[in-house]
């Protein structure tokens, strides 16, 4: 997803992903170049917040860039997640495995 393209936000996705970054509402509205009153009003919305769409834009693209990912309704309601931080421990493979790293 692109922050780039025209997605909407759910006051509970802003929520959710400034709790996931421990971020005030001062530091999204810092990075998003937006202010405290215009994330706040966001915020308190139920469903996708009315703001205009760049300000969604620069709210999406700051969360994006501090490493979240605001997942769509996809059957399952709107979410978010932190992105993975570099590839994935697939740990030891059983024909690696030894009596000195077996613990």
């Known amino acids: 997803m692109q922050s780039n393209d025209f997605k ?4 509970a996705q802003l ?6 970054l421990r971020w005030s509402a001062e530091d ?3 990075s998003s170049s937006l202010g405290v009153a215009t994330i706040r009003r966001g915020e308190a ?3 996708p917040i009315s703001a205009t769409p760049a300000n969604i834009r620069a709210m999406r693209t700051a ?3 501090a490493g979240v990912q605001l997942i769509p309704e996809n ?3 709107p979410g978010v ?5 570099g590839p994935p421990d697939e740990g ?8 000195e790293n077996d613990g």
């Open 28 to 30: 999204l509205a810092e």
């Open 15 to 20: 929520r959710a992903a400034r709790a996931l």
């Open 8 to 11: 909407t936000i759910t006051g």
């Open 63 to 65: 969360l994006e860039k």
């Open 45 to 47: 919305q139920d469903g």
């Open 75 to 77: 059957g399952g309601g």
């Open 81 to 85: 997640r932190l992105k993975r931080q």
């Open 92 to 99: 030891i493979r059983p024909s690696e495995l030894t009596s």
